[in-house]
């Protein structure tokens, strides 16, 4: 009996031995994973044991002991949480999680919707030992749900095992968003060493041309798709999608908004991104702006913004100067007094010499000379001065005449080919104190009213279409007296300007009433945040995002003569422009080419020609009065003689 006694307590004791060396193996390989991997550089490491069952809470809470030991004490600081909530940490940090089964983690993440990947997860369960069972599969759906994508999960299967497992969600094995165990790493028990020491490895580096839907409209300057079999999109978010679709390599699928849905955006709630990011897309664009503080009731999460919108005015133009007017650019008001005042004092010499110096032979007709000269003519050989003095003032004039004609010439050319307006306001203050009608739309009004308190609200006039459709009915009251502005995005007028000719008839006021940031919307916390906000990154860091603002909007910064003008873009859309109304389709493929003629056009040399014109008609009835004249003065004299012969004959016949 004795024997047998000895027997039992010998193998209990082994058994014991061997439990307590397998527990100080697991705690090594869960040590070595906090210590060697991404979670060993955070600041703060979290820790979480929960469990649902009284036989495992001794094991874990042993095991946890131990860790703690094994992990260096100056590594980090800790945090111990038992049978507790997670809550939502936005910002990059470490998990280690204790449990025995999923419930227990189902527990931890209660209160957590998403995690948006911004941690890096070591989980271990002690109940599962199937690294393929069905626990395990439900364990990692349930983490994708929860965009846990850092994550492995530790098991110790029956033997000597330690296997860590994770999930690939895209892949080229198991295909796209199919969530399977894969046993990505496993500790050797005899070297006491992970097989690798990659423990989190990349899960959306490729996506290996699976489907990504965006949520997104239609509407230029953004994003228009070119249904013409290539795929391609044009538009400042066109480009950036299908940039980041190459990039990453996956299928860009398009649930195309309807009007309904894109005006219910512009609620502040977002509720409408519940339905589209729960039933029809994964993520979203279409000049969605960045909102910092956008709470915990918004029901999606944001990228970091990928383009700066300025808020800007645009306004009609009251009215032009006339042709006329513009003649007398070149020079300002001051020179001209000048030039009036010497060439009236030159007349009033060329008077006294007529008068007092008889003797002094003159030109037949000195004023005419005069003129002559002044306009860059020729004297006669002899009338030109013979003394130095008089020789020295007609070169004199000669040089100042010559001077101020090639002056006039050079600034009537370039004034002739501008359309110099009338004193456009310049500032948001000049707009409201003129009393100018601004058109915007509805949706804005409150932003509008909170960044401008200044405007009043019987200003505001709500805007039937879109900006697009609204600025060439703005361009056509230009040149009346018709005071109006639209508000509207800064890229939006650019846009139009480049497509559009008759944009030289609108004038953009340069001071911004603000400015807002255009970004990403993803379901709440989406793993999908950070693959975006590095695409992002990598496109303003090489310059891609500059290259297309200049090719779709730069020309509001450049002047008239060198914006190259692009094709418009004809889409069906809800907010889209299609050409300019006011131009046939032959004048408008002329005016949208790329390179204008550097020819003066008859509208721009109009003043000269009714001038040319005006004379001529002058000298005509100047023409017809010489031959009238004398006609109209004999017949006078006729009826001078008729009457005096008249009364002549009345006398002799009352004597």
Same mark, same amino acid.
């Given at each position: ?29 869960? $040590? ?34 131990? =860790? ?45 919707? !998403? ?73 050797? =028990? ?6 690798? #020491? ?42 950036? *999608? ?19 849905? =894109?005006?219910?955006?512009?609620? +502040? ?43 800007? @005015? ?23 007094? $000048? ?40 004297? +006669? ?33 370039? @004034? *002739?080919?501008?359309?110099? #307006? ?26 509008? *009213? $909170? ?12 805007? +039937? ?85 200049? #090719?779709?909007?730069? $020309? ?30 032959? +004048?408008?493929?002329?005016?949208? !080419?790329?390179?204008? #003629? ?8 109009? !003043? ?25 003065? *004999? ?21």
């Amino acid at each position: 009996m004795k024997y047998w006694l000895y027997i039992l307590s010998c193998c209990s004791l082994v058994a014991s031995t061997m439990e307590s060396s397998s527990d100080w193996d697991l705690a090594e390989a869960l $040590a070595q994973v906090v210590a060697n991997s991404e979670m060993g550089r955070f600041k703060t490491l979290y820790i979480y044991t929960h469990t649902n069952s009284q036989s495992t809470g001794g094991h874990l809470e042993e095991l946890l002991d131990q =860790v703690l030991m094994i992990v260096p004490n100056n590594l980090q600081a800790r945090r111990l949480l038992l049978q507790q909530s997670m809550e939502y940490k936005p910002y990059v940090h470490a998990v280690l999680a204790l449990v025995d089964g999923l419930p227990s983690l189902s527990a931890i993440y209660a209160r957590i919707r !998403a995690t948006q990947d911004l941690s890096h997860t070591l989980i271990y369960m002690s109940m599962p030992t199937d690294a393929y069972g069905e626990e395990m599969q439900a364990t990692l759906r349930f983490l994708w749900r929860l965009s846990v994508l850092n994550v492995g999960v530790v098991l110790r299967p029956p033997g000597d095992h330690i296997l860590m497992v994770s999930y690939f969600p895209f892949s080229a094995l198991h295909g796209c968003q199919v969530i399977s165990a894969n046993v990505v790493n496993r500790y050797q =028990v005899g070297t006491k060493r992970w097989a690798s #020491q990659d423990y989190f490895p990349s899960k959306l580096g490729n996506f290996y041309g699976c489907l990504l839907t965006c949520a997104t409209w239609e509407d230029m300057p953004y994003l228009v798709w070119r249904p013409d079999g290539s795929g391609s999109f044009v538009g400042i978010e066109g480009a950036l *999608l299908q940039f980041m679709a190459e990039n990453l390599n996956f299928t860009v699928g398009l649930y195309w908004m309807n009007k309904e849905e =894109v005006l219910a955006t512009f609620d +502040e709630s977002g509720r409408i991104f519940d339905e589209i990011f729960g039933h029809h897309a994964d993520f979203s664009l279409g000049g969605f702006h960045f909102k910092p503080s956008a709470g915990s009731e918004i029901p999606y999460s944001q990228s970091t913004y990928y383009f700066m919108s300025h808020i800007m @005015l645009v306004t009609n133009l009251q009215s032009a100067y006339s042709a006329y007017e513009k003649l007398s650019f070149p020079f300002t008001p001051l020179l001209w007094r $000048a030039i009036g005042l010497v060439l009236i004092l030159a007349c009033l010499l060329l008077m006294l010499l007529v008068r007092w110096r008889h003797h002094h032979e003159l030109p037949r007709n000195p004023y005419y000379e005069l003129l002559v000269l002044t306009m860059g003519g020729n004297l +006669e050989d002899r009338w030109v001065p013979q003394r130095f003095p008089s020789r020295l003032v007609l070169l004199t004039w000669l040089f100042a005449t010559l001077v101020l004609r090639s002056g006039y010439q050079s600034g009537m050319y370039q @004034l *002739l080919r501008q359309d110099t #307006q009338r004193n456009p306001p310049q500032t948001i203050s000049e707009v409201l104190a003129q009393h100018f009608t601004i058109q915007l739309a509805e949706v804005n009004e409150a932003r509008i *009213l $909170a960044s401008l308190p200044e405007l009043r609200p019987e200003q505001l006039v709500y805007l +039937e279409g879109s900006e697009l459709q609204s600025f060439p009915a703005l361009a056509q009251q230009s040149g009346s007296s018709a005071r109006v502005a639209i508000l509207t995005p800064y890229e939006y007028f650019g846009y139009f300007r480049k497509v559009h000719p008759m944009s030289r008839r609108l004038h953009l006021v340069r001071e911004r009433i603000y400015t807002q940031q255009l970004a990403f919307y993803v379901r709440r916390h989406s793993h999908l945040v950070g693959v975006l906000n590095k695409q992002i990154q990598h496109a303003h860091t090489h310059g891609f995002l500059e290259h297309w603002t200049r #090719q779709y909007v730069s $020309a509001v910064d450049e002047k008239d003569e060198s914006v190259a003008r692009i094709a418009s873009t004809s889409y069906s859309t809800l907010d889209g422009i299609d050409g300019d109304p006011s131009l046939s389709e032959s +004048e408008e493929d002329q005016q949208v !080419a790329p390179v204008r #003629q550097n020819v003066l056009s008859m509208r721009e040399l109009a !003043a000269l020609f009714w001038l040319i014109l005006w004379a001529n008609l002058g000298a005509v009835v100047v023409f017809v009065l010489e031959l009238l004249l004398p006609r109209i003065k *004999l017949r006078k004299i006729l009826r001078k003689m008729k009457s005096d012969i008249k009364k002549q004959i009345s006398k002799l016949v009352r004597k």
